[in-house]
């Protein structure tokens, strides 16, 4: 059962940084804690909206990881639009998602604004409306830091917009982290619990700016200063540790039925039985249940090879990642690689990529194709695996404790790369978010965290040269540095904002 009610009024937004009409801009609902609430809630509800966890936000992230292929688009084809594109690390100006998508970020950093402005305008010692700003700041910080690693400079709006400001142009990224740092503080410092269950907690913002210091880290280019980002980093995410703990079943996060809001959830994005996800139509498998499943989503094989090379006993997470075989609704049973032919991927696209299983739905009895099922943005075993990476490049000595925490719940000991040395043990922990969080929305920015060598040589480069590689099915990565790190400024955006070039 979802606790948070994304109802309250739902706007889309438009091609520019303009918000039409404005979201709740009357100072006076910001001295009610009630109407507040109101309004907090119309924040959290631009990211259960189209452009960003209802459905094209994970297709952005997905597609574009270099981990994935798509039927979407002209079908099971190496040259259908999103496999030439998007998938083969391509994306196009004119895309409709990266539209969409930018669109849905600025929705919500337009509503995060005028909860802010609203509340300290107020300058209310509410111990709720306390809460709500700080949940407002910690959207605004969340929303920038996909931003700025998905598109670099972006404009940056951090009041609500009139006529004088409607049109913005880029800022720099450099500038743009040290708002998102300064975001997370002041969520840290207001969000106070109050809310309960359904919203994250302060623990949310300490984990976002651990993830902020661990990009700085890995992008000194983008660094204001001299400070130890890797400590920085620790300090935040060891904050957070001892909150909240692992559920027992590594496949009962992604069941759907049971598991919303558990213990090892950070911060979820909360769907219910008025604002479904529209996702788990395209990405859930085929003729598994009676809910028609139009299987879109599918792994690139390497991908699988590895997880399964690296820990051939990790059974848990395997099948509740993968799916390679099922008994079908027909009475039959359906395989695909590598149960179907094994390494002789010659027989037909369909059958030669392994099926994401965490993306379908899990009800075989269910008949319609959405789903209210959360959606899970942050949670405890990612948070242990940053303190083990942060803690490998600290040389702290803490470093295998953590990984082994993630690994006990699925009855597997750490690789032996794990206790060779720190740059063997980096190999490994970048390796295990693979692991652990495939599908979950993080491939696309871990595999780019440590800069575009580190993404050309463990991502495009084993794609492009895999033992099993079949031309006529598997795309090609692009390897233009400009091309595969940042998205292109969505073409709508530039031809209605005159601000950028």
């Known amino acids: 059962m979802s606790y948070l009610l994304l109802g309250g009024i739902l706007l889309f937004g438009s091609c520019t940084l303009e918000e039409d009409p404005p979201f709740l801009t009357s100072e006076t609902i910001y001295s009610n804690p009630d109407n507040a609430i109101g309004a907090l809630n119309g924040v959290y509800h631009a990211w259960a909206d189209w452009g960003t966890f209802r459905y094209f936000f994970p297709k952005l992230l997905n597609y574009n990881s270099g981990f994935y292929v798509s039927t979407e688009g002209g079908g099971p084809s190496n040259n259908n639009a999103v496999n030439s594109s998007m998938a083969s690390l391509k994306p196009l100006e004119g895309d409709f998602t990266l539209n969409i998508v930018w669109n849905g970020h600025y929705n919500a950093i337009a509503r995060a604004n005028d909860v802010i402005e609203g509340v300290n305008s107020q300058g209310s010692n509410d111990e709720t409306i306390q809460d709500i700003l700080g949940q407002a700041y910690f959207i605004r910080a969340y929303s920038y830091f996909n931003l700025v690693q998905l598109w670099g400079d972006v404009p940056l709006r951090l009041v609500p917009v009139d006529t004088e400001t409607l049109y913005l142009g880029k800022e720099d990224s450099k500038v743009i982290l040290e708002q998102i ?27 976002l700016l651990a993830k902020v210091y661990m990009y700085l880290a890995t992008n000194t280019e983008l660094q204001t200063n001299s400070e130890n980002y890797w400590q920085l980093a620790y300090n935040e995410a060891t904050e957070v540790y001892g909150n909240y703990s692992l559920v027992a079943d590594y496949a009962d996060l992604f069941d759907g039925r049971t598991n919303e809001n558990t213990q090892e959830s950070i911060f979820e994005i909360q769907f219910n039985s008025t604002i479904k996800s529209d996702l788990f139509r395209d990405w859930s498998i085929a003729n598994y249940g009676e809910f028609p499943g139009w299987m879109q989503l599918r792994v690139n094989p390497e991908v699988y090879d590895r997880h399964l090379e690296a820990y051939p006993t990790d059974n848990q997470r395997l099948e509740s990642t993968f799916l390679t075989s099922y008994d079908n609704t027909f009475g039959g049973t359906s395989t695909f690689y590598p149960d179907h032919n094994g390494s002789d991927r010659s027989q037909s696209w369909n059958t030669s990529f392994p099926l994401p299983f965490k993306t379908s739905l899990k009800d075989k009895t269910q008949t319609n194709n959405i789903s209210q099922r959360n959606t899970i943005v942050y949670r405890y075993a990612d948070l242990l695996l940053m303190l083990a990476e942060i803690s490998n490049e600290l040389q702290n000595g803490e470093q295998l404790s953590y990984v082994t925490e ?28 693979n692991y652990e969080l495939l599908t979950e929305g993080h491939d ?22 895999y033992v099993n590689r079949n031309e006529n099915f598997d795309v090609t990565h692009d390897i233009d540095e400009s091309t595969v790190m940042h998205l292109p400024i969505p073409a709508a955006e530039v031809g209605a904002n005159p601000e950028i070039d």
């Open 444 to 465: 696309w920015f871990n595999n780019r965290r440590r800069g575009y060598q580190w993404f050309k040589n463990h991502v495009i480069d084993p794609h492009n040269n």
């Open 406 to 433: 993630v690994l006990d719940r699925v009855g597997i000991t750490p690789s032996s790369l794990y206790s060779g040395g720190q740059d063997a043990f980096r190999e490994a922990i970048m390796a295990e978010y």
């Open 181 to 207: 740092i300064s975001d997370s503080k002041s969520a840290i410092q207001n969000m106070n619990g109050m809310m309960g269950a359904g919203y994250p907690r302060q623990y949310a913002a300490n984990m």
